[in-house]
């Protein structure tokens, strides 16, 4: 690093990838920096830096040795950091420590037989909540939250005709459970139910989301919000402000000619016939069939592609709902959590893989709700916004939200 570039970023003061420190520091409180940016998005510690930005310098005469001793003591899993020093004018020295975002989250802090986890809030280093602490296991790939238990529920939360049609009919399964010790154990041996720790068999979170019998009344979040406003803004006043509620998929019968005919509608059918007012229009007059003839705002495949995009990848960590909104120009689908792992914008429009609940994601796809290569921003969203109404989607990702925007045609068009 340049004098000059360590200059300005000291001028620029601490911040969420930057932490000035004295090198007197204790070697767990050094630890505790270096764990909290490789929990989060990496970041720079500079020594020999005073809290205002005056330069103490080095006073260690074996600076790098010390730091990568408490690499090595302090820190696990092991990081390799990137340690440079830079000269001032003065003589003194500044070291730079660099880490990079952790790919192997979390990072403890081991000190005194304990280990303790710190993520980077702004300009401060703190412990990780709970919460905050699964979605790290998430992220490292230590842990799929899909499968933990829902504290409260049991075998009869769960709707076995549902569970039977995806058995006999989806899978294929030759052999169907007939009393309730067998649906347990089938049931615990397809990631649906869980021991709760407690000695009770429990529902897991996916059990819940797909096959559960109205799954809000355990967990909160396993709806989708949908709201409709007239203009381009928010409004006082909602053409509709919903919560739907229900398991992911619908209960089918099949008929003796092998036709499928559906029961009872899931979470996706219910959304689907609840959004079409809000984003389709029938025209003024009758034609030759003696029916109006039906426009869309959107392309369908698109929008259900979205949404089940949300219903697959989001975080069940955080205790919101799905919002799906449509304004008079644009349909707004905001999925709850950051993108999993190491995944980006770039990596999702690309075609990059990295599915967050990979149970949910496979019995959507048995069912043929997901595409089977899993790519369907790149195969399905873009092209066809870009087709049928000349303009692409567009994303935002943050720490807490996917949101992807799909936008009507222009009117000029």
């Avoid at 029938?282 to 705002?297: F, G, L």
């Avoid at 697959?312 to 689908?333: F, K, M, P, Q």
């Avoid at 190491?342 to 990295?354: P, V």
Wanted: proline share 4%.
């Amino acid at each position: 690093m340049l004098r000059t570039e360590l200059l300005e970023i000291v001028s620029n003061g601490e911040n969420s990838g930057v932490e000035f420190k004295r090198d007197d520091i204790k070697p767990e409180q050094l630890a505790k920096e270096i764990v909290a940016f490789a929990n989060v998005q990496g970041g720079r510690i500079l020594l020999g830096v005073e809290d205002d930005g005056q330069f103490s310098g080095l006073q260690r005469s074996n600076t790098k040795e010390w730091v990568l001793n408490v690499f090595r003591d302090k820190v696990h899993p092991q990081i390799i950091p990137f340690y440079e020093e830079v000269l001032l004018d003065q003589g003194s020295r500044v070291a730079v420590i660099t880490i990079a975002r952790g790919v192997s989250k979390p990072y403890v802090v081991r000190h005194h037989n304990r280990e303790e986890v710190y993520i980077r809030m702004g300009d401060r280093s703190e412990l990780a909540t709970r919460e905050q602490q699964l979605r790290l296991f998430e992220s490292g790939g230590l842990l799929h939250v899909e499968v933990l238990p829902v504290a409260g529920t049991s075998l009869s939360n769960i709707d076995l005709d549902r569970v039977d049609f995806y058995l006999r009919e989806i899978i294929r399964d030759p052999d169907i459970p007939d009393n309730e010790e067998g649906w347990t154990r089938r049931l615990v041996g397809l990631g649906l139910m869980t021991d709760d720790g407690l000695g009770n068999t429990v529902c897991t979170i996916a059990g819940l989301l797909c096959f559960g019998i109205a799954p809000r009344g355990f967990l909160r979040q396993a709806g989708v919000r949908l709201i409709a406003f007239a203009g381009e803004e928010k409004e006082y006043q909602a053409e509709l402000d919903t919560i739907l509620d229900g398991p992911f998929v619908g209960r089918w019968n099949v008929s003796e000619s092998g036709q499928k005919q559906l029961i009872d509608e899931g979470l996706i059918e219910k959304f689907a016939s609840t959004i079409e007012p809000f984003i389709s229009r029938e025209a003024s007059v009758i034609d030759q069939h003696m029916r109006k003839e039906k426009s869309w705002d959107y392309p369908w495949e698109a929008i259900r592609e979205t949404v089940i995009n949300a219903l697959c990848h989001r975080d069940w960590t955080r205790s919101v709902d799905i919002e799906v909104t449509a304004y008079s120009d644009r349909l707004e689908v905001i999925s709850p959590g950051k993108l999993p792992n190491s995944m980006t914008i770039e990596k999702m429009i690309a075609g990059q893989r990295s599915p967050r609940n990979p149970l949910v994601m496979g019995i959507l796809r048995d069912y043929g709700y997901v595409d089977a290569r899993g790519m369907g921003v790149r195969t399905k969203v873009i092209p066809l916004m870009k087709k049928v109404n000349h303009v692409e989607p567009s994303f935002e990702a943050t720490d807490d939200y996917l949101k992807t925007i799909l936008y009507r045609q222009p009117k000029d068009e």
